[in-house]
C-alpha cells in the first residue's frame, strides 16, 4: 500500500497514522495520552484506534510497549 493512501481507515485511524508519520523520524516512543491531547481524543480512543494501525500494511512498524500512565507505542518507520 502507498505510504500516503490508506482509504481503509477511519478519520481518526488517518490522524493517528498521519501523526506517527510527522513525528517518528525524530521520536520513536508515544503515548497514546500525549497523541490525544495533541489530536483532541482521548487516550482510550488512540488506543482502540492504534490496534487497527498495527494490523494493517503501512509504513509504520507500531508495537505496544509499555502500560504506566498511558499506553506507550514504540514506533519506528519502514
Known amino acids: 500500500m502507498s505510504a500516503t493512501m490508506a482509504p481503509d481507515l477511519s478519520t481518526k485511524q488517518h490522524r493517528i497514522l498521519t501523526y506517527l508519520r510527522e513525528h517518528a523520524g525524530t521520536k520513536t516512543?508515544?503515548?497514546?495520552?500525549?497523541?490525544?491531547?495533541?489530536l483532541g481524543m482521548t487516550a482510550k480512543e488512540v488506543g482502540s484506534n492504534?490496534?487497527?494501525?498495527?494490523?494493517?500494511?503501512?509504513?509504520?512498524?507500531?508495537?505496544?510497549?509499555?502500560?504506566?500512565?498511558?499506553?506507550?507505542?514504540?514506533?519506528?518507520?519502514e
Do not use: A, H, N
Open 29 to 38: 516512543y508515544f503515548k497514546s495520552r500525549l497523541i490525544g491531547q495533541e
Open 50 to 77: 492504534i490496534t487497527s494501525l498495527q494490523d494493517g500494511e503501512y509504513d509504520v512498524d507500531i508495537e505496544k510497549w509499555g502500560y504506566s500512565s498511558s499506553t506507550t507505542w514504540k514506533v519506528d518507520l
